[in-house]
């Protein structure tokens, strides 16, 4: 009954347009007030939630991905990539997904990745006669790849969270990474061969190659700087970080592509999502301790024991109510308030937690691109200067190879796992 009395209480918040972070915190804290346990715990769950090494790769990472993102990276990104591959059938298409991969593996941000990327393609793809809705659902979905491909900041979150280590989160995300963007460009190569109305890519000269790669080069260097010093062991993600965040300052900075109200600009929006994402933390490290005082999380862990017996019942429903969460909740909200409560069942039905961790981006990625709240639909509608429905008609395919990804993932879980513990 208490359970059900929490899950309502915080239904009815969320319901009522309360911010998540002072919903989980407020709630939280009244659930303490009325079982007379001191509220000391608030400030010291305040303090705690930020006091981590480990956190400090969210701002550093939102700092690189927001000074790239300002500095005009993504045009010359894509242009490379189109340049090697933008004559193929359904070239534009592959040249954006491709850029979303290799962008995706310098910033760590969904948000980030769709619109650095969905600035230069969006208006290329259409100008070509690309459909309005496949480019848009393209991007959309290409742009989700930011938090699967490492870095990750909902996998820096899990890690903190479920205290496992980050850099295995990392590397378990590639594979899943790189197939989940190998499917987006085979749907490329259908719609070319099905689509109608596109204007094919004339083949790029050696000469406007070589230009291009040379211009996209430092780029592809950071990526290859942030990913390698973390499988390498060289640093830290934190250190990773931030010596990405320096590289991508000198990389613009050497460019002249960025001015300094753009610099100030990129510092402003990443303070108000680091800002965004801390008090959400926070909240939900208030309501997590409220919720284990009141024995919740073992309670629902010996009721999942208890009452399920197959691990692939759990999984199945964990992603149904993730779908249904992802209608009315953004993606870092459903990964605080569902992780502490669920973490405590995995051992017990034999799951690896890498290997949730892993799932549970996979189904985020899906809730970003899930009407009515999808991050990502408002983020290409705000790019696109384009109604929400056309968004939302474009993303469909994209979401059921999301799901496909997600089965295979329980069939095959090597797809995760092969690369941090068997390679």
């Given at each position: 009954m208490t359970i059900l009395l929490i899950v309502l209480a915080l239904v009815a918040l969320l319901?009522?347009?309360?911010?998540?972070?002072?919903?989980?915190?407020?709630?939280?804290?009244?659930?303490?007030?009325?079982?007379?346990?001191?509220?000391?715990?608030?400030?010291?769950?305040?303090?705690?939630?930020?006091?981590?090494?480990?956190?400090l790769a969210v701002p550093l990472?939102?700092?690189?991905?927001?000074?790239?993102l300002k500095g005009g990276v993504g045009k010359d990104l894509f242009a490379a990539v189109q340049s090697w591959v933008g004559h193929w059938p359904?070239?534009?298409?592959?040249?954006?997904?491709?850029s979303c991969a290799i962008f995706a593996a310098i910033s760590g941000s969904s948000v980030a990745t769709a619109a650095t990327i969905g600035t230069v393609a969006i208006s290329e793809m259409t100008s070509r006669g690309y459909d309005r809705s496949f480019v848009l659902g393209l991007i959309a979905a290409g742009g989700t790849l930011g938090i699967l491909i490492p870095p990750s900041i909902p996998m820096i979150i899990y890690g903190v969270v479920t205290e496992e280590s980050i850099v295995d989160l990392f590397l378990a995300g590639i594979g899943p990474g790189l197939f989940l963007a190998g499917l987006f460009i085979g749907f490329c190569f259908l719609y070319a061969r099905f689509g109608k109305g596109y204007t094919p890519t004339p083949r790029a000269a050696w000469a406007e190659r070589r230009r291009a790669t040379l211009r996209a080069?430092?780029?592809?260097?950071?990526?290859?700087?942030?990913?390698?010093?973390?499988?390498?062991?060289?640093?830290?993600?934190?250190?990773?970080?931030?010596?990405?965040?320096?590289?991508?300052?000198?990389?613009?900075?050497?460019?002249?592509?960025?001015?300094?109200?753009?610099?100030?600009?990129?510092?402003?929006?990443?303070?108000?999502?680091t800002v965004s994402i801390f008090l959400i933390l926070v909240g939900a490290k208030v309501f997590g301790k409220a919720i284990t005082l009141y024995q919740i999380?073992?309670?629902?862990?010996?009721?999942?024991?208890?009452?399920?017996?197959?691990?692939?019942v759990f999984i199945l429903i964990v992603c149904a109510?993730?779908?249904?969460?992802?209608?009315?909740?953004?993606?870092?909200?459903?990964?605080?308030i569902m992780v502490p409560v669920l973490h405590p069942s995995l051992g017990a039905m034999g799951i690896d937690p890498i290997w949730f961790g892993v799932l549970f981006v996979v189904m985020i990625e899906a809730a970003l691109i899930t009407p009515p709240v999808g991050l990502n639909l408002f983020v290409i509608q705000a790019v696109a200067k384009a109604p929400l429905m056309d968004v939302v008609r474009g993303v469909w395919p994209f979401?059921?190879?999301?799901?496909?990804?997600?089965?295979?993932?329980?069939?095959?879980?090597?797809?995760?796992?092969?690369?941090p513990f068997k390679l």
């Amino acid at each position: 009954m208490t359970i059900l009395l929490i899950v309502l209480a915080l239904v009815a918040l969320l319901a009522l347009r309360v911010p998540v972070a002072f919903a989980l915190g407020g709630l939280g804290a009244a659930l303490l007030f009325i079982e007379d346990i001191s509220l000391v715990m608030v400030p010291q769950a305040l303090y705690s939630g930020m006091d981590n090494f480990v956190l400090l790769a969210v701002p550093l990472f939102l700092l690189m991905s927001n000074v790239l993102l300002k500095g005009g990276v993504g045009k010359d990104l894509f242009a490379a990539v189109q340049s090697w591959v933008g004559h193929w059938p359904g070239g534009l298409g592959v040249a954006t997904i491709l850029s979303c991969a290799i962008f995706a593996a310098i910033s760590g941000s969904s948000v980030a990745t769709a619109a650095t990327i969905g600035t230069v393609a969006i208006s290329e793809m259409t100008s070509r006669g690309y459909d309005r809705s496949f480019v848009l659902g393209l991007i959309a979905a290409g742009g989700t790849l930011g938090i699967l491909i490492p870095p990750s900041i909902p996998m820096i979150i899990y890690g903190v969270v479920t205290e496992e280590s980050i850099v295995d989160l990392f590397l378990a995300g590639i594979g899943p990474g790189l197939f989940l963007a190998g499917l987006f460009i085979g749907f490329c190569f259908l719609y070319a061969r099905f689509g109608k109305g596109y204007t094919p890519t004339p083949r790029a000269a050696w000469a406007e190659r070589r230009r291009a790669t040379l211009r996209a080069l430092p780029t592809v260097v950071l990526a290859a700087i942030v990913i390698g010093g973390i499988y390498a062991g060289w640093f830290t993600p934190t250190e990773s970080a931030g010596i990405g965040f320096s590289v991508a300052l000198i990389i613009v900075l050497a460019r002249r592509s960025i001015t300094w109200p753009l610099l100030l600009e990129a510092v402003r929006v990443s303070m108000i999502t680091t800002v965004s994402i801390f008090l959400i933390l926070v909240g939900a490290k208030v309501f997590g301790k409220a919720i284990t005082l009141y024995q919740i999380p073992q309670e629902i862990s010996q009721l999942i024991v208890g009452n399920i017996s197959e691990p692939w019942v759990f999984i199945l429903i964990v992603c149904a109510i993730l779908l249904v969460m992802g209608l009315f909740l953004e993606a870092l909200s459903m990964l605080l308030i569902m992780v502490p409560v669920l973490h405590p069942s995995l051992g017990a039905m034999g799951i690896d937690p890498i290997w949730f961790g892993v799932l549970f981006v996979v189904m985020i990625e899906a809730a970003l691109i899930t009407p009515p709240v999808g991050l990502n639909l408002f983020v290409i509608q705000a790019v696109a200067k384009a109604p929400l429905m056309d968004v939302v008609r474009g993303v469909w395919p994209f979401m059921l190879m999301m799901l496909a990804t997600a089965a295979l993932l329980w069939f095959w879980p090597d797809l995760a796992l092969y690369i941090p513990f068997k390679l």
